[in-house]
């Protein structure tokens, strides 16, 4: 079945550390995204990729990095520049078809990773 | 001004009434716009899309979109305790970049 893979579900960070959180779709999606999740907070934008070897700062980029060698791939790297980091983790996945289409507006998510500092 | 805003809620209704929920969003050439709602430490469930002026109905869903004004709307007709949850509205602007609004809290009263 395709879907996106999300891993580790649950990952603990010493200060200091960087930590990278794995994304993969089997899809054939062409944009990923990733999001954080606070407490009662909506999904806030960290970096989106609509093509291989491209990707965006969203809104809240700063500690974060990521890449996109692989279609089927976007991995996060949460840096230790990234003062509070702990939070919950979305990546999710796009066709970017026609926005007329269902394929074009079906976003697949991730189950989620949970990052805390420990 | 935030890209994507939702009222703040929490929103409470009785079982079997009707609940409204909406958005408004900054970017002009946004091309689609969803509804979600997620559970608490889940993934967020896509409930309807819209891209074209008017009404969408899916069930007791109805999404509402109106480009002039930028506001998107969501009503849940017949309201049931199970839609209680935290609806998301997110826009996804001319580039596919995708953005959410914080949510707002429902719940259905049995």
């Known amino acids: 079945d395709g879907g996106i893979t999300q891993s580790p579900k649950y990952l603990f960070r010493k200060e200091g550390q960087n930590v990278t959180l794995s994304c993969e779709q089997n899809?054939?999606?062409?944009?990923m995204y990733w999001y954080r999740q606070d407490p009662g907070q909506g999904l806030r934008l960290i970096y989106y990729s609509q093509i291989v070897n491209d990707f965006q700062k969203g809104d809240i980029a700063e500690g974060y990095s990521v890449s996109r060698e692989k279609k089927e791939s976007f991995p996060l790297t949460v840096t230790s520049a990234q003062k509070n980091p702990t939070a919950f983790y979305l990546c999710?996945?796009?066709?970017?078809?026609?926005?007329?289409?269902?394929?074009?507006?079906?976003?697949?998510f991730g189950e989620g990773s949970w990052l805390t500092v420990v | 001004q935030k890209e994507v805003e939702q009222n703040s809620g929490p929103l409470s209704v009785p079982e079997g009434a009707i609940a409204s929920l909406n958005c408004t969003y900054s970017d002009r050439g946004s091309q689609s716009f969803f509804w979600y709602r997620q559970y608490s430490g889940k993934s967020p469930e896509l409930i309807m899309f819209?891209?074209?002026?008017g009404d969408k109905e899916d069930g007791r869903f109805t999404a509402q979109l109106n480009k002039a004004s930028q506001y998107v709307s969501l009503l849940i007709r017949d309201s049931q305790p199970s839609d209680s949850a935290t609806y998301l509205c997110?826009?996804?602007?001319?580039?596919?970049?995708?953005?959410f609004g914080k949510g707002t809290l429902l719940t259905v009263n049995p």
């Open positions: 999710a996945s796009t066709s970017t078809g026609g926005i007329w289409s269902r394929s074009g507006n079906t976003i697949y």
């Open positions: 899809l054939n999606h062409d944009a």
């Open positions: 997110a826009v996804r602007g001319s580039n596919y970049k995708l953005t």
């Open positions: 819209i891209y074209s002026n």
